[in-house]
């Protein structure tokens, strides 16, 4: 029983033993690598930074002009910056739409308006008006109108020399229209485009249109159907002066006397030779 003893206690001793000698005598190269047996943790020299405690982000938005709020149930709304569109600039503030006016079409087989003149009337005289006399007055209603026109223009030309002046532009429409032309005060303002003694042209037109537009069902047509004259009065010339009358004989030059004469002779002889003829004709069958 001793015997037993004594060995397991040398067995002890033997075993305390082992890692001092394993560590005084080189590992036998028969055996695997050590690393491979044992997986050791090579110690960390980088000294470790202790966390600093981080706040808690706020989430900020940066925004770029003024804010509107029009407590609509969608959100706030966010306004940009001013930019310019088509010559105009708008603001980030909301602004008022002006909404155009509705242009109402009527059926295809309605007439156009158009302008009736009652002054002057159809049975008045000739329309002849002295440049710098009384003022003009003309006057007219309208026919078939069924879209009235917001404002009116008026104008007059002389196809002679291809002008257009305009007299006035949105006036106000009334359904009986009036308008006078104070020739000799349009003279005085306009030295240099003074009207010439021709034959002109009244035209009238919706002034939101253009005088060439073509005419559409209901709306106001465009209007040159009235003519009148003006004439620059001239100044008093004596005969003794040297003035003239063009249809009078005293007026005519020498060419024009022997043509005349001329005529008048062949006329003489072939009304002659025609009597002639006749008698002699007459007498002949007698």
């Known amino acids: ?78 306004s940009a910056e001013p930019e310019e569109t088509g010559g105009s600039k708008t603001t980030g503030k909301s602004a008022k739409t002006t909404k155009p006016p509705q242009h109402t079409e009527y059926p295809p087989q309605d007439p156009p308006g158009s302008v009736v003149m009652t002054k002057p009337a159809i049975f008045d005289p000739s329309s002849i008006y002295k440049i710098g006399g009384d003022p003009i007055t003309w006057g007219w209603n309208y026919t078939n109108l069924q879209g009235t026109p917001t404002a009116i223009d008026v104008l007059i030309s002389c196809a002679a020399v291809s002008r257009t002046w305009t007299l006035t532009q949105n006036m106000t429409f009334a359904t ?49 159907g009235f003519q009148f004259g003006l004439y620059e009065p001239q100044e008093y010339i004596s005969i003794e002066d040297g003035w003239q009358c063009a249809t009078c004989s005293g007026a005519m030059s020498d060419v024009e006397k022997r043509a005349l004469g001329g005529a008048m002779v062949m006329s003489v002889v072939t009304v002659l030779s025609f009597t002639w003829f006749v008698v002699g004709f007459g007498g002949g069958l007698l």
């Not at 560590?23 to 930074?49: C, G, H, I, K, N």
């Not at 009986?176 to 003694?197: G, H, I, M, V």
């Not at 042209?201 to 209901?218: M, T, V, Y």
């Open 1 to 78: 029983m001793r015997t037993s003893l004594s060995v397991g206690q040398m067995a002890v001793a033997l075993l305390s033993l082992t890692p001092v000698v394993s560590a005084s005598r080189p590992w036998p190269r028969w055996f695997p690598e050590m690393d491979e047996l044992v997986a050791r943790q090579e110690a960390d020299t980088t000294p470790t930074a202790k966390p600093e405690p981080s706040e808690t982000p706020t989430q900020t938005t940066t925004r770029k002009g003024p804010i509107t709020s029009d407590f609509n149930t969608a959100g706030r709304t966010e």
């Open 176 to 224: 009986a229209a009036t308008f006078k032309f104070d020739t000799k005060k349009y003279k005085e303002e306009n030295p240099k485009d003074s009207l010439r003694t021709d034959i002109y042209k009244l035209l009238i037109h919706d002034s939101d249109k253009d005088f060439k537009d073509p005419a559409e069902p209901g709306y106001l047509a465009s209007f040159s």
